[in-house]
């Protein structure tokens, strides 16, 4: 659905001590050397290689105990994660929420894939993060997402308009379905996630 979409690999090095630009500059070598005619581009905090309009995110990382590992802040700094507590997270917080929340994360990754509002795995984390004690089919948890965003929390004008524009949307599909104009309501609702 995204033809942006891309692969996320973490590149584990062995041997510490390093800031994160020498790691993505190793990481620039290895791909220049073997992948010579593809496309190659840093995009901090990772390397950037397209194969046949696949795009693979080489994230340089340094393990430091159990399943945690450092992964670059940004060129100088490095941070903390742990990609399987957020797998376990997210498939927890999917079951406990009568599977909607995988599906909600794919609807609102696609309305951001052409936008740019939201970093794909920030947007993840936070649809996680949200409470949905009140919602119980697909369109409400689609919409609680889009209720929760905030136009003060995006830097640009476009990611405001973004934001504002969903917001707008869900409200007229919500006027008219209150009207009884279900069809219109349809093609309203596909001005924010066409088919």
């Known amino acids: 659905?995204?033809?942006?979409?891309?692969?996320?690999?973490?590149?584990?090095?062995?041997?510490?001590?390093?800031?994160?630009?020498?790691?993505?500059?190793r990481l620039k070598r290895f791909v220049e050397y073997y992948y010579s005619r593809s496309e190659i581009k840093q995009s901090?905090?990772?390397?950037?290689?397209?194969?046949?309009?696949?795009?693979?995110?080489?994230?340089?990382?340094?393990?430091?105990?159990?399943?945690?590992?450092?992964?670059?802040?940004?060129?100088?700094?490095?941070?903390?994660?742990?990609?399987?507590?957020?797998?376990?997270?997210?498939?927890?917080?999917?079951k406990s929420e009568l599977f909607k929340i995988k599906p909600t994360i794919r609807l609102a990754k696609f309305?951001?894939?052409?936008?740019d509002v939201y970093d794909s795995f920030a947007l993840e984390r936070w649809i996680v993060g949200l409470n949905y004690a009140l919602d119980t089919n697909q369109k409400s948890y689609l919409f609680r997402v889009?209720?929760?965003m905030n136009e003060y929390s995006v830097y640009t004008q476009r990611s405001k308009d973004a934001i504002n524009r969903?917001?707008?949307?869900?409200?007229?599909?919500?006027?008219?379905?209150n009207r009884d104009m279900p069809l219109t309501a349809e093609s309203e609702i596909k001005k924010l996630i066409p088919e």
């Open 111 to 115: 309305w951001n894939s052409n936008k």
């Open 166 to 177: 969903a917001k707008q949307i869900i409200a007229n599909v919500r006027d008219y379905e």
């Open 1 to 25: 659905m995204d033809y942006r979409s891309d692969i996320d690999y973490m590149v584990v090095w062995k041997d510490g001590g390093y800031n994160p630009q020498t790691y993505l500059d």
């Open 44 to 94: 901090t905090p990772t390397m950037v290689l397209e194969l046949n309009h696949i795009k693979f995110d080489l994230v340089p990382a340094l393990h430091q105990w159990g399943t945690t590992y450092s992964i670059p802040k940004s060129s100088s700094e490095w941070q903390y994660t742990d990609p399987s507590d957020f797998n376990q997270a997210l498939d927890n917080k999917n």
């Open 146 to 148: 889009f209720d929760n």
